[in-house]
């Protein structure tokens, strides 16, 4: 079993701070020994579901004298999460749950596990049931307060479209609900903290649970992936938000790639969306307006003016372009309101869109837009640009993650919600948000419905119900879409549900493979029910071999076999992918061909722990490695400065080790450029680490 442990406040070397540590053996037995031997150690709480692990308030003086005892073998770094959002009451909900819904989740308990919730809200107070703060270890589950640090609002949006129910009305306006806040101030956290938020929920006897946060580890099998697992093995629906940094393929993060769970990516509902249109040279620059910014509302055009050109004071009617660096989204927005702007584009300084907030109220719009639009913007200095909208409705969004998952090569996110122009509860009102975060509680609001209506339901039975159902939207694939949009319409009146409708074929380089699988169709209605599948259309590179049509009887099951025969010599794409038909069902498939190239490592956690006075770090390693490398380069002049890891032979996995600090350079920040070979490609990617010597 893996031994996590997590410090809190790094930098309080004698006060008593919290910590949770996994430990190995019966955690309330070893709680009884550390209360015996240490009796100023306060028993925050016992953890012995999801992990056996114990929540302490120690000085790290104490806590050092406790590791040498045992019962914490080893020290790991921990992911941080955050939430998963960027930035009307609320019409996505009425988009997907039509007025005559004969269900409203009454009776199932919901579990939020995010930022807390805002539970004074008058959308909210009716349905506030409880919960549990994993940050500040009591039984009040707030938002972070501006006097607490960067306030946050993620949870209480979470939950207003999952069960308002009041001026807003969510998906199930009468579920109960209960906030688990592991998320602190400014929406961040720790993989222990998000474990512990679990543990609790699943002890407090939660229905479903919904985790609007991840990380970008593209992995099955990372340690909060194995968590929500054991979750949906207690009987508990989980469904999690695949992430918002699409549109590339493997940008698909943990948890969300666990195998029982429900990932959800992000669709549009109707929403009027704006972009700036320079009528000349036709040339349209998407927006995507930043959490917290004013609408973009204007009726002049707009001149633009870049950040390293303009001056100090603009006339009005200017639009000012600011490249995305070091300084704060809230800072730039600052700087352009002082220097007369009346909006701000953020142009992103690497490939695709990005999410971004602001943390203050700020009197201009704000937007993110993508390098190549900023590039352009920068060489046409000066230029008008007009602002219009378009109707968007029923579209996969960009940011969206899409998968598959590394090593198993799932198809993720499976279903997708509208995640765009997301109307919901926040502290003080309602704002409107983006992101798969707010794609998510759509789905748990739906799965609470399908719990009201089949309480004797399991999470595998609800899940399979919601793929079986599922809508594909036309022009989109399985790895960006799953089976389709949720459509509650079908999913409440059912009479079919088929287990296991994902047809991953896998990694194939051969010349010619065949190999089978293997799902079963259930009957759930009272008469006979025929099923056969449509004939797809050939295709050279790959042959189903699909069942004759058969007949179930009321309430019967069936296993049926999927034979695939597919020729790697002969595949014209990397991803061969698309859906079989088994009635009016959508069974996605996909087959990784030779071309279909997997990031070979991703993430890099890197910090000091102050128990063995060595610094830690842990990426993933999606295959086999012959050599992982580690140089660190200086962040400002790019300069190679030394090499701190070389290791052979890394098993695939989580690959993780410690450094003495006297082996590292001196405090500062430095670009970490990993490499990775495996015998015949080498593989590299870059990130950011702090060396930080006490």
């Known amino acids: ?150 306030p946050t609002s993620h949870g209480s949006h979470v939950a207003g479209i999952i069960g308002a129910n009041g001026k807003m009305k969510g998906v199930a306006p009468d579920a109960d609900l209960y906030a688990y806040r592991a998320l602190g101030p400014g929406g961040s956290g720790t993989s222990v903290q998000v474990m512990a938020a679990i543990e609790q929920a699943v002890k407090d006897g939660m229905d479903v649970l919904n985790l609007s946060l991840g990380n970008t580890i593209n992995g099955p099998d990372w340690p909060t992936s194995v968590a929500v ?22 940008t698909i993060g943990s948890p969300a790639t666990a195998e029982s769970v429900i990932s959800v990516g992000a669709s549009t509902p109707p929403t009027e969306v704006p972009y700036l249109y320079e009528p000349f040279l036709r040339k349209k620059i998407e927006l995507l307006p930043l959490q917290g910014s004013p609408a973009w509302s204007f009726e002049r055009d707009l001149q633009v003016v870049h950040n390293d050109r303009a001056p100090n004071e603009l006339e009005a ?23 007369g702007a009346s909006a701000l584009l953020i142009a992103n300084d690497e490939e695709g869109a990005f999410q971004g907030a602001l943390e203050q109220e700020i009197p201009i719009p704000v937007a993110a837009i993508s390098k190549e639009a900023g590039e352009w913007l920068k060489q046409e200095q000066g230029t008008f640009l007009r602002l219009e909208t378009e109707q968007m409705v029923d579209t996969i969004t960009d940011f969206s993650s899409r998968g598959p998952v590394t090593v198993n090569w799932s198809i993720k996110p499976e279903i997708v919600a509208p995640g765009a122009s997301i109307m919901s509860t926040v502290p003080g009102g309602y704002a409107s948000f983006n992101g798969t975060s707010m794609a998510a509680p759509h789905i748990a609001g739906v799965a609470a419905l399908l719990k009201e209506a089949h309480p004797d339901w399991t999470p595998e039975q609800i899940k399979a119900a919601l793929l079986t159902t599922a ?56 008469k006979p029910k025929t099923y056969s599948f449509h004939q797809p259309d050939q295709q050279q590179a790959i042959r189903f071999y699909l069942p004759k049509s058969f007949t179930l009887k009321p309430y019967e099951k069936k296993e049926i076999v999927i034979e695939t025969v597919v020729k790697g010599n002969i595949a014209e794409e990397a991803f061969v992918q698309g859906y079989l038909e088994l009635n009016d069902y959508k069974i996605p498939y996909l087959w990784l061909t030779e071309e279909a190239k997997a990031p070979m490592a991703m993430g890099l956690e890197f910090y000091f722990e102050l128990l063995d006075g060595q610094y830690h770090y842990q990426l993933y390693v999606v295959e086999e490695a012959s050599d992982v490398t580690i140089d660190l380069y200086d962040a400002n002049t790019y300069a190679f400065v030394q090499t701190i890891v070389e290791e052979k032979d890394v098993p695939k996995g989580v690959f993780q080790g410690v450094l003495d600090q006297n082996d590292l350079p001196e405090s500062g920040a430095y670009i970490a450029n990993i490499t990775v070979e495996n015998g015949e490609e080498t593989y590299q990617y870059q990130t950011m680490v702090m060396v930080e010597k006490p």
């Open 471 to 526: 809508d594909p939207l036309p022009g989109f694939l399985p790895t960006e879409q799953g089976a389709g949009k949720v459509d509650l319409g079908d999913v409440l009146t059912t009479d079919t549900i088929i287990y296991n409708s994902f047809l991953n074929i896998g990694e194939n380089t051969s010349i010619s493979d065949r190999s089978e699988y293997k799902m079963v169709v259930e009957n759930i209605s009272k």
């Open 317 to 339: 009617d200017h639009i000012l372009v600011a490249e995305r660096g070091e300084t704060p989204f809230t800072e730039l927005a600052q700087q352009a309101v002082k220097r």
């Open 1 to 150: 079993m893996r031994l996590w442990l997590v410090m809190l406040i790094l930098s309080a070397f004698q006060d008593p701070v919290s910590y949770i540590i996994e430990v190995e053996g019966n955690p309330h037995e070893i709680a009884e020994q550390i209360e015996t031997h240490h009796p100023r150690v306060e028993i925050l709480a016992i953890y012995d579901t999801i992990f056996n692990g114990i929540a302490i308030k120690a000085d790290p003086r104490t806590l050092s004298k406790i590791e040498k005892t045992g019962i914490i073998k080893q020290n790991y770094p921990v992911t941080t999460y955050t939430t998963t959002e960027t930035p009307s009451i609320n019409e996505s909900v009425p988009f997907i749950v039509p007025e005559d819904t004969p269900y409203t989740g009454k009776g199932v308990k919901v579990g939020v596990i995010d930022t807390g919730i805002d539970y004074t809200h008058p959308d909210l107070q009716k349905n506030y049931k409880g919960g549990y703060d994993l940050v500040d270890f009591d039984d009040d589950p707030m938002e972070t307060t501006p006097e607490q640090g960067i």
């Open 229 to 250: 697992n054991r979750a949906t093995e207690q009987g508990v629906t989980v469904v999690i938000a695949g992430g918002n940094t699409g549109p590339d393929p493997w």
